[in-house]
Every structure is written in structure tokens, then in C-alpha cells.
């Protein structure tokens, strides 16, 4: 079976680097049998996380939902806010914890700088959420690695296809071990706690 691959896009911007980063991905993951869907979140305007509201009736947070419900891996796209990845993309990952668990999870950002901190405040969120991650992610400086045609500097998209390469290959496996574990109903593992 394809593994489901669903890239969230940070950005608010309209033409937002990282957003045409994560669309290069994601159809590079297509190109290794991946099933592929993006969330841009700039569309849906999600409302802003609310813990006494729990079951806020919401357009964009229902689609939201299912397409996080349908993945089996994810591709999280962010601009570098201050070092950080955007309040936009946050808030997503607040609506969210056990939906990550036993999925794995690649970043990109766009930054003018390499992202790095970026990259690694969404690995400790899902890594929170029990989610797992590739150990290294992609950064794009938009106005010096995309040139005017719109094609990306080749060390990036080099870096980009391996990338997305591996997060088909590394998440399937990862996703079909975890729903073996599931079904088999063994207690010792990693994803009993995760059993209804
Ligand atoms: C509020 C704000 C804060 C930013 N902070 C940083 C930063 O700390 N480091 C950096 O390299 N770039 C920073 N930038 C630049 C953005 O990361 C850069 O423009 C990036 O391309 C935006 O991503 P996008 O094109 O996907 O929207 C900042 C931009 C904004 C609007």
C-alpha cells in the first residue's frame, strides 16, 4: 500500500518559499509511490487553540483534522519567525498529539539563516507527541536558491530528493512496524500505550 504523505505548509504568504519547497517535495515523494496531499494553512485559517474548547466546530479544523487522521507521515514546512517556526504552524500542532505517535516526520523551512533552530523546535514537538523524525532537515534561502526561473540551486534540491526519498522509504517502514505492533496486541512495545 502507498504510504500517505501529508505536507503542512507554515506560511501565511503568498508565494512562500517554503510552501514551494514543500510542493518540490512532495511531488519528488510521489515520484517513490508515495500517495501525497498539502495542507497550507494559510488557506483554512485555523481558529487558535483553545483547550477549553475542545470540540470547536470548525470548517478549517475539520479538514485539518481529517487529512492528519488520513496520513501516515508528514512533511512540515516552516518559515524561520525569530529562530522559531510560525505561530501558524504551532497552533496546528497544539490541535494534535496522539495522531503523531508512530509516524515520522521530515521538516523544511525557509530561512535566512540554515533553519536550524527552526527544524529542531518542531522535532521536540513531535518527539513530544511521540512522533519520530529524519535526523537532519532542508533549508532554502528563497531569493538566493530559487533562481529566476524558479528552479531551485541544485545542493538544495539534491538535498530535497534524498530527503523526500527517504522519508517515503524510513516512514513506511516506521508506519507498517508500528500497525503490526497495534494489531498484534503485544504489551511490550512502543505502541501498546497507543491501543484502544
Ligand atoms: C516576523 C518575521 C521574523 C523573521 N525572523 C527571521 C529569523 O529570525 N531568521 C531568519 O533567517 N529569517 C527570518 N525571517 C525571514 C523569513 O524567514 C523569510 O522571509 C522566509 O523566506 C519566510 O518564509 P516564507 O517565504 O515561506 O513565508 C523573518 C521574517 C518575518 C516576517
Keep these: 500500500m502507498a504510504i500517505r504523505l501529508l505536507g503542512v505548509c507554515g506560511s501565511m504568504r503568498a508565494n512562500s518559499y517554503s510552501s514551494r519547497l514543500a510542493t518540490i517535495a512532495l511531488a519528488e515523494a510521489s515520484k517513490h509511490g508515495a500517495e501525497t496531499r498539502l495542507l497550507e494553512l494559510s488557506a483554512i485559517d485555523l481558529p487558535t487553540y483553545n483547550p477549553d474548547n475542545e470540540s470547536m466546530d470548525h470548517i478549517g479544523l475539520r479538514a485539518a483534522t481529517e487529512?492528519?487522521?488520513?496520513?501516515?507521515?508528514?512533511?512540515?514546512?516552516?518559515?524561520?519567525?525569530?529562530?522559531?517556526?510560525?505561530?501558524?504552524?504551532?497552533?496546528?500542532?497544539?490541535?494534535?498529539?496522539?495522531?503523531?505517535?508512530g509516524k515520522l516526520f521530515a521538516y523544511i523551512c525557509a530561512s535566512h539563516e540554515k533553519g536550524l533552530t527552526v527544524m529542531e523546535q518542531m522535532r521536540t514537538s513531535v518527539r513530544q507527541c511521540y512522533g519520530w523524525s529524519l535526523p537532519y532537515g532542508v533549508s532554502v534561502y528563497g531569493?538566493?536558491?530559487?533562481?529566476?526561473?524558479?528552479?531551485?540551486?541544485?545542493?538544495?534540491?539534491?538535498?530535497?530528493?534524498?530527503?523526500?526519498?527517504?522519508?517515503?522509504?524510513?516512514?513506511?517502514?516506521?508506519r507498517g512496524q508500528f500497525q503490526a505492533d497495534l494489531a498484534e496486541g503485544a504489551t511490550e512495545t512502543f505502541a501498546a500505550r497507543y491501543r484502544t
Design 67 to 101: 487529512a492528519v487522521n488520513w496520513a501516515d507521515a508528514f512533511l512540515l514546512a516552516s518559515p524561520d519567525y525569530h529562530g522559531s517556526m510560525s505561530g501558524a504552524m504551532k497552533n496546528f500542532l497544539d490541535f494534535y498529539w496522539a495522531e503523531f505517535a
Design 143 to 174: 531569493e538566493k536558491d530559487f533562481d529566476s526561473s524558479g528552479q531551485l540551486v541544485s545542493h538544495v534540491d539534491r538535498r530535497l530528493r534524498m530527503l523526500s526519498r527517504d522519508l517515503v522509504v524510513y516512514g513506511a517502514l516506521i
